[in-house]
């Protein structure tokens, strides 16, 4: 089980200016619905942009603290 605040914090650490909310959609830490919003995804493909996002949760995916991730990336406004 991974903290929904330790989820923004690994989010943050490699995309610095994103804004990230956590939901925990089971109750138990491990499906979770993230939404990171950056300056960093601008011009880059929605498939890129997920790539960043699990790069940075690389760890908690492999050691599968996150079981399920349902994932929104977007720029900002």
Known sequence: ?????????AIRRQI????VTVEDLSGGGDHLQVNVISKAFIGLSLIRQHQMVYGALKNELASEAIHALALNTSTPN
Do not use: I, K, L, S
């Open 16 to 19: 610095p200016d994103a804004h």
């Open 1 to 9: 089980m991974v903290q929904p605040e330790d989820v923004g914090a």
